[in-house]
């Protein structure tokens, strides 16, 4: 399988950002996908995970109300829309299949760095 995130960049307090994954190498829409961040010097983080259908979404306390998943299983593609975004967002974020997440980052995208700063 192939995940390539995209889409991060550095941005101030308050701003918004939105994250892509662009999946190959299996049925995309056959699969609940996951995004998973980590703060430098931290471990990595669950943060949002989606059903195969796009039909069910799950938020970390963290980003409850801030950040949006969605999916495009026509373009094999999810995403992970941010507003608001604190300090504490800064990190490397990572798309994986959800049956996968527990795995590691072997079977993880190579992340995509967000950092809020002023």
């Known amino acids: 399988i192939q995940l390539v995130e995209s889409g991060g960049g550095m941005v101030q307090p308050g701003g918004s950002l939105r994250l892509s994954c662009a999946a190959s190498?299996?049925?995309?829409?056959?699969?609940?996908m996951t995004w998973v961040r980590q703060a430098p010097g931290k471990g990595p983080v669950w943060i949002s995970q989606i059903d195969s259908g796009g039909d069910r979404t799950y938020y970390a306390d963290a980003v409850k109300g801030r950040f949006t998943i969605s999916r495009d299983n026509a373009k094999n593609t999810l995403y992970l829309q941010m507003h608001s975004l604190k300090p504490e967002d800064t990190a490397l974020y990572f798309c994986?299949?959800?049956?996968?997440?527990?795995?590691?980052?072997?079977?993880w995208g190579q992340g995509t760095q967000v950092t809020v700063s002023s």
């Open positions: 994986a299949r959800t049956v996968d997440y527990g795995l590691g980052p072997g079977q």
């Open positions: 190498g299996f049925t995309f829409d056959s699969y609940g």
